[in-house]
Nanobody, 115 residues
Framework: QVQLVESGGGLVQPGGSLRLSCAASGVSFVNTAMSWFRRAPGKDVQWVGR???????TYAYSVKGRFTISRDNTRNIVYLEMQRVKPEDTAVYYC?????????WGQGTQVTVSS
């Protein structure tokens, strides 16, 4: 049974930093690509970025250069390091893994960027 649990959200000031974590279980973590998504108030889910097997990464244009995804294969955790955050980064952040034909999501963690 695949389970994803996000943590690390909270209130952060504009320009600040925050690190989110996603602990995965029930999946061959080292052999699985992991993604982060977010849902801002009143908006659709937006893809944030992805880390592939071998640790290469891709990012949405809106976060590229500010956010970094990494993984710890010994602890089955994927991280989203958020730097120079902006009010428009306010959202619920979700980690995601796709194991066809299924799509798995965590419960999300709220990030609020405000002074």
């Amino acid at each position: 049974q695949v389970q994803l649990v996000e943590s690390g959200g909270g209130l952060v000031q504009p320009g600040g930093s925050l690190r989110l974590s996603c602990a995965a279980s029930g999946v061959s973590f080292v052999n699985t690509a992991m993604s982060w998504f977010r849902r801002a108030p009143g908006k659709d889910v937006q893809w944030v970025g992805r880390i592939y097997i071998g640790d290469s990464t891709t990012y949405a244009y809106s976060v590229k250069g500010r956010f970094t995804i990494s993984r710890d294969n010994t602890r089955n955790i994927v991280y989203l390091e958020m730097q120079r955050v902006k009010p428009e980064d306010t959202a619920v952040y979700y980690c995601n893994v796709q194991i066809p034909p299924n799509d798995y999501w965590g419960q999300g963690t709220q990030v609020t960027v405000s002074s």
